[in-house]
């Protein structure tokens, strides 16, 4: 069955870094397109960033556009979000996520916290 | 970008009741919609995608319509398990966005 599995998050002062993983099974994870999408506490969802089944194509919401990277290793099945210069805004849950050939996410991870605080 | 308002934000609704909820955009996006549920402290779930074709597994008791800028996600007869947040989300074009949510609770 499809398991996406989020790790990496955790307590970071402002300015910080943080690398977040994401480990894929259950699926060809070099077929499907992915994106990381984030939830601050007690709000809705905001979509971070979508990457491509090749990583050739790569887009990011204008709030982390800079500070964020979006990476993939198709040969470890395996999903990254590398964040500098944390901010307390940047607080929240990150769930990565599958992309469905209808353009949708189908499939979500459990989701990995990160607090920004000093 | 393509703003999105989601109504209402709370809606407080009995067990069989029928419930809508509606998603304007800020312009037209063909069929690009889905709609999720979460539930507290889940990640969010498919339920809808292209504006009204159900994900699998998904009871028919849930339907979405509408193409453009106005969609509806209705439940027909609300369950139990259906007390929830409801997002509806465009895929038309990048940044993705997101409606800011319905909490579906019990009245």
């Known amino acids: 069955q499809v398991q996406l599995v989020e790790s990496g998050g955790g307590l970071v002062k402002p300015g910080g870094s943080l690398r977040l993983s994401c480990a894929a099974s259950g699926f060809t994870f070099s077929d499907y397109y992915m994106s990381w999408i984030r939830q601050a506490p007690g709000k809705g969802l905001e979509w971070v960033s979508y990457?491509?089944?090749?990583?050739?194509?790569?887009y990011y919401a204008d709030s982390v556009k800079g500070r964020f990277t979006i990476s993939r290793d198709n040969a470890k099945n395996s999903l990254y979000l590398q964040m500098n210069s944390l901010r307390a805004e940047d607080t929240a849950v990150y769930y990565c996520?599958?992309?469905?050939?209808?353009?949708?996410?189908?499939?979500w991870g459990q989701g990995t916290l990160v607090t920004v605080s000093s | 970008v393509i703003w999105m308002t989601q109504s209402p934000s709370l809606l407080s609704a009995s067990t069989g009741d029928r419930v809508t909820i509606s998603c304007r955009m800020s312009?037209?996006?063909?069929?690009?919609l889905a709609w999720y549920q979460q539930k507290p402290g889940k990640a969010p779930e498919l339920l809808i995608y292209?504006?009204?074709t159900l994900q699998s597994g998904v009871p028919s008791r849930f339907s979405g319509s509408g193409s453009g800028t106005d969609f509806t996600l209705t439940i027909s007869c609300l369950q139990s398990e259906d007390f929830a947040t409801y997002y509806c989300?465009?895929?038309?074009?990048?940044?993705?966005?997101f409606g800011q949510g319905t909490k579906v609770e019990i009245k």
């Open positions: 312009q037209g996006i063909s069929s690009y």
């Open positions: 990457i491509s089944s090749s990583g050739s194509t790569i």
């Open positions: 989300q465009q895929y038309y074009s990048f940044p993705w966005t």
């Open positions: 292209a504006a009204s």
């Open positions: 996520a599958r992309e469905a050939p209808t353009g949708t996410f189908d499939y």
